[in-house]
């Protein structure tokens, strides 16, 4: 059952959102939309069906021409801005660990998922500040503190120091009414994170025999590096999880599938009910 969306909830808001034409950008982007604010949004592609042609900049924001052009084009259309999110990141670096890393490949780490928000915060967070009010929302991830060395060392990194950044600049705008929070989201299913991986599974040489999908090392990767530390994943991979794997299952109670029995036992749990412990 979903909850009911209140159409007034953000009337009168001015939302610039990055990355929010695909995976969860999008759906953010819906949400506000659908909540009353006034959105903008921007990518390197085109915009999808769903969203208007005043709603979206074309730019890349690795790059500071890019955020510059954006955020110009944000106050051009908006007239301000009153909530800021910073959705774009992401990871295209080789599999093969540390080693594998070149310095280019921390430099586009570092450019889309830090400095796209410190470039972007710096241009618009002066028009909250003298608004006296605002919200800025960062996204980072959960492997900035469950890194995958494997493939994401660079990314886990970045994510790490946006979260850093974010703490000392909320401490810093804070007081003068912009509040800043960050949202360290697990696994989500998108195309993005399908890509990663493929990345994952070609680095690991899976063949396609060997595994019944690359969704399988996944699923590897979230029961070893997260279950450990989080047993309460297994509800959210219940409700992620590609539906053909699923069983039906009760908000009230909790994940109860067969696959996340599983995943829990990978990650080296003994089951009981819905109950994981480690010796």
């Not at 399908?194 to 063949?207: M, P, W, Y």
Request: proline share 5%; net charge positive; hydrophobic share 45%.
């Amino acid at each position: 059952m979903m909850a009911r969306i209140d159409p007034e909830e953000f009337r009168g808001k001015r939302v610039v959102l990055t990355a929010g034409t695909k995976g969860a950008g999008a759906a953010t982007f819906q949400r506000f939309a659908a909540g009353g604010a006034r959105v903008i949004t921007t990518a390197r592609s085109g915009p999808p069906d769903f969203m208007a042609a005043e709603a979206f900049v074309a730019a890349d924001l690795s790059t500071a021409e890019g955020a510059s052009s954006f955020a110009a084009a944000a106050i051009d259309r908006l007239g301000g801005v009153d909530i800021l999110v910073h959705v774009v990141g992401g990871s295209s670096s080789p599999g093969g660990g540390f080693a594998a890393l070149e310095d280019r490949h921390w430099q586009q780490e570092l450019d889309i998922n830090l400095m796209s928000a410190v470039r972007l915060d710096r241009l618009l967070i002066p028009h909250m500040l003298a608004g006296g009010s605002g919200v800025v929302v960062h996204t980072g991830s959960i492997q900035r503190k469950l890194p995958l060395p494997d493939s994401t060392t660079a990314y886990a990194a970045a994510k790490a120091a946006l979260v850093t950044y974010s703490k000392a600049l909320s401490k810093e705008v804070g007081p003068k009414g912009v509040r800043v929070n960050v949202v360290s989201p697990g696994w989500i299913y998108t195309s993005a994170s399908d890509a990663l991986v493929k990345r994952i599974a070609a680095a690991a040489r899976i063949g396609r025999g060997r595994a019944s999908s690359m969704r399988w090392a996944a699923s590897r990767w979230v029961a070893r590096r997260s279950l450990r530390k989080w047993p309460s994943l297994s509800s959210f991979w219940h409700r992620t999880a590609p539906r053909r794997s699923m069983a039906p299952n009760s908000p009230s109670t909790g994940a109860r599938c067969q696959r996340c029995r599983v995943l829990a036992r990978q990650a080296g749990a003994r089951v009981r009910g819905r109950t994981y412990t480690w010796g």
